[in-house]
Every structure is written in C-alpha cells, then in structure tokens.
C-alpha cells in the first residue's frame, strides 16, 4: 500500500510540471519518470530506514514522497539543460 | 457481387440469425450461475504428496474426474467442476445447501491405508501396546500415565484408560515431537505421503494442536480455518516415513466414541495396501445391524493382505505359550489398522486361532465401527468406489448463495439491463433520428444475437456477465455513434446520401476495429488470467463486442446501403444533421494546464486518503466469511450476536442490519474471520432457533487467505498484461510515441479510481477490479479515436502546429465521445438505480472509469502527446513559423494557412470551418504545448524530421508577410459577412 501511495503521489505533483519551462530530458515523459521513480525509490528507502513495513500507511508515508518527487524530478531537470547546453 | 446485392445478402444473413436465435431462445434454457439460483461453490487448490513433485495437469484432470463422479453420487443436477489456473479446482453445486457434506464428500483425499498396526508403532507406545494380552511394563505403563494425568486427561475415565493401555500419547504433540526424531526415509515409494509435514502447536504448554498436517510450512498460517494464528507457535516436522495418526476410543457397541479427545500414536509409514487394492466396497450391516462398509481385494491386494494378515497372525501367535483358549488368542492377537485421513477408522484384531494362515483375501474385509450414523458409512463406500484422489485438495473458499437471493438478483439484472437497453435506444433516436432507428434495429438484433449465443454455447450467465451484457450494449451503440457522426460530418460537407454512409463507414470501420480489439484483448486477459467469478464477466464482453461488430457495422451498413437512394434518406433533419452541427472552439491544449492541476490535486488527494484511510478490500481479497440472513422475527445487532455467540461462533467481525426490502425487514449482513462450514451451519441453526430465518433467507461466502491473495495477484497481472498489451497494439497502428501517452492516461485513471474507492470507503471485491480492469480497454476507446482523427489530420495540415492538429481533431470528435459517454452511462445509471446490490458495485466502478477514463482521453493522452510531439523538431519549425506569423503567438486553432492548403486536398469536411479561427486571437500563450520553446536544445534551426520539409523550405519573411496580410483580408471579410447575417 506504501508503495501504491509514493506512486500515486508522484504522478500528482508530476501534473504540477506543467507551469515549469519544459527543459526536463525527454520532456513531459521524461519528468513522469523522474516523478514516479524519485517518489518510489526515496520513499521505499525512508519506509525502509524507519522500520516501517511496505503494509503500513499514515499521513507521512504520503508526505515522505514529496522530496522523494522533487529530486527525481530535479535529476530529470538537470539532465535535460545538460544536454541542451551540450548536446550530443 | 455488387454493393447492393453484397448488402442484400448481409440483411437476409442477419435476419436469417436473428430468426434462428428466436428459435433457440425459445428452446433452450439459459444456463444460470449460482449467484442467479442459488447453491454452494467451493474452491480448492491442489497439493501433492509425492516427494520433488509439483502438481501435475494429469493430477488436476483426474482429480476432476473423480470429482464428477462423486458429485453424481451426490445427486446434483448440472454441477461444474473446472480447473482453475495451475492446481486449483473449481466445483459449483446449484441447489446445495449442505455445505459440511458435500465438501467432505468433494473434497476428501479418501485414500485408505491398511497398516500392521504392532509391526508400525514406535517409540514407547510399542513398548505398552507392542505385545496385546501380555502385561504392560509397569515402569512404562506408569510414565504413560502419568503424561495423560499431567495433560488433564484423568486415566479413571474408562474411555482414556483404553487409549492408555493402547499406547497412545494424550496430546498430538507429543507423538509428533516423537515423529520429528525419527531418521527421514528419502524417495519413500512405499510411504502414504513421501514428503514432510509440518504441524503448528501452541507455544505454551500443553501445546494445543493448532493447524496441521500440512505439506507446506506457510499452509500452516493461512491455512482456512482463518483464526489469527500465532507466528511464534511451535513448528514440528515429521520427515517422510513417519506418520502422526489419531484414533477415538471405542464404546460397549464397538463403536467410535467421539465424547472425548483422541489418543495420538506415531508410525512408520510403512503401509502394507492402500485403497488402490481394494474393490466393489459397499456399504452394508453387521450382525447388530450397525453401519459397515465392505469391499473385495484386487489380484495383488488379495496377497498383499493375506500376507500381512497372516504375518499379524504369526506374531500373535509367538506370544501365546502352549495351547490358548479362544479368548485368550483374542487378547493376543495384533492388529490390523484401516487409516483414512490420518485417523484410524479401524483396527481389528487377526485372531491367529481362527486364521493361523492370515484372512483369504478372496472373501474380502470390512470395516465396522467407525461411523457415527448410516449416511457417514454410505458416503466413505461411495468415496471407495469412485476412488481416491491423486493429490490432497485443500480448501481455500466457499460460498453459499440462497435460491431467493439468487433469484432476486436475476430480477433485478434483468431489470436493469431492458431499462438500460430502453434508454440507449430513446437517446439514440432523439439525438440521430433515423439514423437512431437504424442503431436500435441493430441493438435488438445484436440482444436477440447475443442472447441466443448465450443459450446455445452455453455460457453460464452469472450477475458479473450481466454487467459485462449491459456494457456491451454501450459498446455497441458507441461502434453506431462513431459511425453516424462521421456521416454527418460528411452530408453537412456537402456529400450525396450515399455516398456519406460509403465514406462514413469507411472512416469509421478502422476506428471501430482499433477500439473493439483492445476492448476484446482486455476482455481475453481477464479471462485468462482471472479468478473464476470474473471470467464470465469477461467472457460475455467478448462474445458481445465480437457480436456488436456484426450488427453495429456489418448490418446497419447493408440496411443503411439498401436505404441510400429512399425518401426518408434525402432529409437532413431526418438524421438529425441539420444545420452546421456542433463545432467546438474551446482551446483544449492551452487549457490543459488548469486540467492537469485539477488532476494533480484529485489525485494529491487520492494519495493522502490512501495514505490514511486506505482501500476497504472486501473479502475476495482479505479472505473471511460473510454471511447475509433474513430473520423473521425483528432484532438488532447485539440480538444477532448475542445468538452467535450463545451458539459458540466466533462471530468476531462486523454485524450490520442491511436495506433489502425483497428479503423483508430484518436483514443482517455479519462478516467475520473465515468461519469453518461446520461453524457457518451453526450460526444457520442459532439464528433459525432465536429468531427464524425466511425461506431461503441464508447467504454465506468463505474466502481462504489462499484464495484471498491469488485474486489480488492475478488482478495485479491482469493489469498489468492488459496494459502491456494495450500499449503494444497502440505502438503498432499508431506510432510508439502515442502509447507512452495512453499509458499515462490508464495509470491517472486507476489512481484516480483508487483514490476515490478511498475516500467512499467503498468496498474493493474482485468484481470491481474485473470491471474496472474492462472499462480501461473501453474507456480508452475515447483516446483512441481523438488519437485516430490525430493520425487522420497530421497530413491533411502540413502546416499546423501540432497543439491545433489536436485541437482540430478533439474538436471534431468531442460531440462523439460525449454522446458515446452518455449512451454508456445510461446503461451504467440503470445498473447503480436497478442493479441490486452486487451490479451496483460493478456499476461504481464502471462509471468511475468512464468518468475518469472520458476526461483523461482529452485532457491527460492528448496533451501529453502534444507536449512531446511538439519537441519534434519538424513542429518546433512550425511553431516558430506560425508564432513568427502571428505577433509571437501561436494560435489553438489553424487559420487558413493550413486551410488553404486542404483546399488542394479535395477533402471537403475540413474545407468549410468558419469559426476556426475565431478562438485563435483568444488564445493564451503558456499552456502546455503552447508555451513557446525558444529555450529548448531543439531550437529553430536543428535539423528537421517532419513531413512538411519540402513544404516549408521555401518560406521566408516575404510569404510571411503576404499570408499575413491574406489572412487578414479574409478574416475582415468574414466578419462582414456575419454582421450581414449570411454564413
């Protein structure tokens, strides 16, 4: 269930990506990886590190995939003004 | 053969079906499910006793066999008996009430294993029982019973003193913890079970049995009895070649006295026949005309007892010093035990006085005493003559449904299909006219098709195929919504009649095709891949969407062919395409910024309410027993638990009083951990005796944790293939970039539902997967015909950005998906309004889906697709041409660059749109395909990939200039027509 709402929280705030300049790599697709791989990957690991079963949801489980989001989203970012300033 | 005697040919064809198919519903009884008569439909998953093996399909297919057989026996009129998945074996039993025996007799392994008892036994049960007629040692003796004592088992009662003197332990851990420290024998042929098997006891002392045998270690914790089963409970393995056996103390009669606990002995597994050597066993008396069950021995089984018999003898025999009298051999005689399901039924004596040679195996052998009434004996000889099963079943669900409710359900399917069916036809022909009149013909040919092919296959119509029925109506009218549309685009563009039912069904037929394959793929995998209940609901999708292409397609293109050249073809109100029809000038791209923060904020909170409340998965999922039950007499909550509880049911879940004013006023619906069958009939009985229960009025459903986790698992890879599979095909008859899109689309539409089942709290059952699983492959019939007039319009303007191409092409087929939506949704309200109470679940989720799957189609796919098409550099070209045009702007919607263009294409309907570019001058920059990309890598200049190469390498300031001042001229001009009032 944790892993349905660090899902469900990533492809939300990737909705939001649309007031940001498209510079993300591949663009809009390539932010909805970003978004749905940050949240998973950083929520799974915080879920994790709390000792926290995968089963177990609160209020934070969803909170915890808002950075998560935002680094995947900011790794895509970046990505993507690297290859416009160097492209190929 | 020409069109018309083609079209000729189509309608004597379908007329000819349709009369048919009137025969057939006339003559043959539509096969029902249990849910719609009543019965009990029980679930088992196959284990196999053989060591290193897995169970096989040959298992399966004779276990089934034998299955069949024994449900015959039973007197079942039109029971099923199916495989399901791997190793599970599916059995339904219209009409059968009583649970307990039907499952004993279904389900039982009912191997017999005939064992030389003294020769078996271990440990120090052999030391006390190990020499019949002769004097136990006292110091074992007194250790015996001192553990019978210290398990509160006091050895004054005679019954226990019997068990004693046999040698048995009083607990079943004691003798399996003596089991467990026996050497394993590998690759035992011989043994009853060649593999390990593993009980669960209480931690603390005296060590309660709590689950067991069973062959696998985790069985032990979901195993059906469904009470919490503590993880730190003590495991005991009992490695191949030992055996954990019980037996009842006999009574005066001889009898098996079940007032007590039975004593428990380990053995070696070492069994000399099993019931695979014995023959003709029937059930007969004995002298004192107490139940029996005898039988004859096969060739080898003949010897094989005589042999064990007379070893038996010989053994008693060496006991006796000189000479003994009858009652004296008696006493010293060993034994022979008959041991079904690891409970000794029997264990006479072989009195080596009257059989010194062993027992004739030709005069046979019986059983006697081990049956508690006549009909425990008729089932064990009728379970013998049919046969032992290969494989042990193990039961992982039950469900019960009473023939009222079964009944009442049927009604209130029916009902709300014809109300369905009725609204589908009034709208169709308010909204297209004749047009309408043409689909409801084919709408009661496709009901009249379909329901014969239902009859004729058969296919057992359950409530979830009636939803499945009732979907497909919409899926029908829809293939007729799409074609009508497109030929009144055509007559409004001009075309005679018959030639826009030509190019009408022309254009249309690919999109039909695109969307019913995917809808008939959705439909294929939740058939293979789902649970039982789930796959008549797919199964009657199937059928009735290939169906639907028939009558939809097919038939009102011959009617509407041989129609063409009449009178009531030549007026355009007629069909209802008066006028210049509907053209949609919203800006859907620039404005899909505002849709997706709309759907990021319903989807934030999905993801809290997930987070916090969760999805209430029903019991499909979390296993459990839910029973419903009409009293006669009225009561509350705590009068029905208190029943319960009073009757020792362990009732421990939630107990509601529910509406159902078809079962009366007092309707209870109790749901709980998995009650045993034993457990659900005593509730029946509490509740009959406290308050009476109405004809019929008893309903339960027993879902293991087995069973439990197999739905959500295979509705997981359902999913999961139809999403595959969905985006494969789209990849193939689109483009790969178009399926990422839709992709993005299916997973906001399942989250969305998610989200909202949340936060109603509504319950999640197997059933609203399956049809939420079908609704993807239909709702995305949405998506697939705004990207179909997509592919159909990027040529047609080699000039347009890509944002107007799919502004262009939603607004041609806007007026489609909503009136497609609202005939689907007419027959989904009248599921929710007349369903009952398992539809209207059904319905929920089907209107969530299209709902969701409606908006996601125009406001989610297409403009994700806009915004990566539009990184392509042949659009960005365009886009800079077009904003290079238009003062840095680039407008929704084409304006006569592009129009000018089409002219030369001879394609009429996309001549003439004269408020085309009225919305341009509103539209605002930013949005998500509109935002300019001047800072993107792919800037102006890059090399391009488009179509439009040639095309636009001769552009250059002065033709921009030019165009700008014609469009200018035309605009001014068409203005001035408007204030004149002329079009």
């Known amino acids: ?88 | 053969m020409g069109s018309r005697r083609r079209n000729l040919f189509v309608l004597l064809f379908v007329i000819g079906l349709v009369v048919v198919s009137g025969l057939i519903i006339a003559n043959k009884e539509t096969k029902l499910g249990l849910d719609l008569q009543g019965g009990l439909e029980l679930v088992y998953q196959g284990q196999t006793t053989r060591a290193g093996e897995e169970v096989s399909g040959e298992d399966i297919d004779d276990s089934i066999s034998i299955i069949e057989r024994r449900i015959n026996e039973l007197g079942v009129s039109e029971p099923e008996v199916a495989r399901l998945g791997q190793d599970e074996i599916t059995v339904s039993l219209p009409g059968v009430t009583d649970a307990r025996r039907a499952e004993e007799q279904v389900g039982s392994t009912a191997q017999l294993y005939y064992y030389d008892w003294q020769a078996n036994l271990i440990g120090p049960e052999k030391v006390i029982a190990g020499n019949p007629g002769l004097q136990p040692p006292a110091g074992a003796l007194k250790a015996s019973e001192k553990r019978w004592e210290d398990a509160e088992r006091p050895t004054t009662n005679e019954l226990v003193k019997q068990l004693v003197f046999a040698g048995a332990y009083p607990t079943a851990y004691e003798a399996a913890q003596l089991a467990a420290e026996q050497e394993p024998v590998e690759n035992c042929e011989e043994c009853s079970v060649a593999r390990p098997r593993y009980y669960l006891f209480e931690k603390a002392e005296p060590h309660d049995l709590i689950a067991g045998p069973e062959l696998a270690k985790k069985d032990l914790y979901v195993s059906p009895t469904g009470e919490k089963r503590p993880k730190n409970g003590t495991v005991v393995e009992v490695p191949p070649g030992t055996i954990v056996v019980s037996e009842y103390p006999t009574n005066e009669a001889g009898e098996l006295d079940e007032s007590i606990e039975p004593g428990w002995y380990a053995l070696k597994d070492e069994p000399a026949l099993s019931g695979n050597d014995i023959t003709d066993p029937e059930q007969s008396y004995g002298p004192n005309n107490e139940p029996l069950v005898s039988f004859g021995f096969t060739d080898d089984g003949q010897a094989a007892f005589q042999e064990v018999t007379r070893r038996i003898a010989q053994r008693g025999q060496a006991n006796a010093i000189g000479p003994v009298s009858g009652e004296e051999a008696e006493q010293l005689s060993h034994h022979f035990a008959v041991i079904l399901e690891n409970e000794v039924k029997t264990r006479p004596i072989i009195n080596f006085a009257e059989n010194p040679d062993g027992i004739d195996g030709r005069t046979g052998a019986q059983i006697s005493g081990g049956f508690q009434n006549l009909q425990e004996a008729q089932d064990l000889a009728t379970t013998l003559q049919i046969g032992a099963l290969p494989i042990n079943l193990k039961l992982i669900s039950q469900t019960q449904v009473s023939a009222t409710l079964g009944s009442e359900a049927l009604d209130q399917g029916i009902t709300a299909a014809l109300i369905g069916l009725a609204l589908a036809i009034l709208f169709l022909v308010a909204y297209y006219r004749f047009l309408g009149l043409i689909a409801t013909i084919a709408l009661l040919a496709y009901g009249v098709i379909f329901f014969a092919l239902i009859n004729l296959i058969p296919i057992t119509l359950t409530l979830p195929g009636i939803a499945g029925l009732v979907l497909t109506i919409g899926v029908a009218a829809d293939s007729n919504i799409v074609i009508f549309e497109r030929i009144k685009e055509e007559v409004r563009a001009g075309r005679s009649m018959s030639s826009a039912i030509a190019a009408g069904y022309r254009h249309g037929i690919s999109t039909i095709i695109d969307a019913n394959v995917l809808t008939l793929l959705t439909a294929f995998i939740l058939f293979v891949l789902a649970t039982a209940g789930v796959k008549g609901f797919a199964f009657t999708l199937g059928v009735g969407t290939i169906v639907s292409l028939l009558t939809a397609v097919v038939f009102t293109q011959a009617l509407l062919g041989n129609m063409g050249r009449s009178r009531l073809l030549r007026s355009r109100s007629a069909l209802g395409a008066s006028g210049e029809g509907k053209k949609w000038t919203f800006d859907f791209i620039g404005a899909s910024r505002w849709f997706f923060s709309m759907s990021g904020v319903i989807l934030l909170i999905g993801g809290f309410a997930l987070a916090t409340k969760q999805l209430n998965f029903g019991i499909d999922f979390e296993s459990g027993t839910r029973i419903k039950v009409a009293l006669e007499q009225p009561t509350d909550e705590e009068g029905v638990r208190d029943a319960l509880e009073e009757a020792g049911v362990a009732a421990d879940g939630e107990i509601q009083q529910v509406d159902d004013p078809n079962l009366g006023d007092n309707v209870f619906q109790i749901q709980s951990h998995q009650l045993e069958p034993g457990e659900v009939r005593k509730a029946e009985a509490a509740l009959i005796d406290e308050f009476g229960v109405e004809q019929d009025g008893f309903d339960s459903t027993s879902v293991g944790p087995t069973f439990g986790q197999q739905v959500a698992d295979s509705a997981i890879t359902a999913l999961i293939f139809s999403l595959l599979v969905i985006c494969g095909y789209i990849a193939l008859r689109f483009e790969p970039k178009f399926a990422i899109p839709v992709l993005i689309a299916i997973l906001h539409d399942v989250l969305i539902t998610a989200g909202v089942y949340s936060l109603t709290g509504k319950e999640v059952s197997s059933g609203t997967v399956a049809a939420f699983l079908t609704i993807l492959g239909y709702s995305i019939y949405d998506t697939i015909i705004v990207f179909d007039r997509i592919r159909e319009n990027i040529p047609r303007m080699p000039r347009a950005a890509f944002s107007q191409i799919v502004n262009r092409s939603m607004s041609d087929v806007l007026t489609r998906s909503l009136a497609a939506g609202f005939t689907t949704l007419l027959g989904v309200t009248s599921l929710m309004i007349f369903g009952g109470a398992v539809l209207q679940d059904f319905a929920f989720a089907m209107l969530v889906g299209i709902a969701s799957g409606t908006y996601s189609s125009i406001f989610i796919a297409s403009p994700v697709l806009t915004a990566w098409k539009e990184r392509e550099p042949g659009f960005i070209r365009r886009r800079a041409r077009i904003a290079e045009m238009e003062g840095g702007r680039v407008p929704a919607y084409a304006d006569e660059i592009e129009m000018a263009k089409l002219s030369r294409d001879d394609e009429p309907e996309v001549v003439s749109s004269p408020s085309a570019a009225a919305p341009a001058a509103q539209a605002e920059p930013g949005a998500v395909a509109t935002v300019e990309r001047t800072e993107t890598g792919n800037g102006v200049g890059s090399l391009g990939d488009g179509d439009d190469e040639g095309a636009e390498n001769g552009d250059g300031d002065a033709e921009s200039a030019e165009r700008r001042q014609r469009n200018a001229e035309r605009r001014a001009r068409r203005k001035a027509r408007r204030k004149h009032g002329r079009r």
Do not use: C, N
């Open chain 1, 1 to 88: 269930m944790a892993l349905l709402v660090f899902f469900i929280m990533g492809i939300a705030l990737w909705h939001f990506t649309v007031f940001v300049p498209d510079r993300f790599w591949q663009g809009i697709v390539g932010a909805f990886v970003g978004a749905v791989f940050g949240s998973v990957i950083f929520g799974w690991i915080v879920q994790s590190a709390s000792g926290k079963s995968m089963g177990d949801t609160d209020l934070s489980t969803a909170l915890i995939a808002v950075p998560g989001t935002l680094i995947g989203l900011a790794v895509v970012y970046a990505i993507g003004m690297r290859s416009e300033e160097h492209p190929g």
